[in-house]
């Protein structure tokens, strides 16, 4: 059984930081892209950022230079760090894996439960 387990979300100040950890089980991904995703309330789910087995890295506009992503193949884990948040960036973060990165999301295979997020003003 495929399982995405995140970890690290929690409440933070504007212009705080946070880790987002992604441990994935059931198989190897390491020939797999990884990504993450996030839903704010009544908005759809949108990527944030991911990285191919490559080590080929996207971000999406809105977090340039405030995130990276990274993955460790040998532990199947991925992770996300998140600094110079904003309260925009409040949202529930989801990890997701797939054969292929792509922006869209209902083409992902696997995803985790999923991490709140909440970013104070």
């Known amino acids: 059984q495929v399982q995405l387990v995140e970890s690290g979300g929690g409440l933070v100040q504007a212009g705080g930081s946070l880790r987002l950890s992604c441990a994935a089980s059931g198989r190897t991904f390491s020939s797999y892209a990884m990504g993450w995703f996030r839903q704010a309330p009544g908005k759809g789910r949108e990527i944030v950022a991911g990285?191919?087995?490559?080590?080929?890295?996207y971000y999406a506009d809105s977090v340039k230079g405030r995130f990276a992503i990274s993955r460790d193949n040998a532990k199947n884990t991925v992770s996300l760090q998140m600094n110079s948040l904003k309260p925009e960036d409040t949202a529930v973060y989801y990890c997701a894996a797939d054969p292929l990165l792509t922006v869209e999301p209902t083409a992902w295979d696997y995803w985790g439960q999923g991490t709140q997020v909440t970013v104070s003003s």
């Open positions: 990285i191919r087995w490559s080590g080929y890295t």
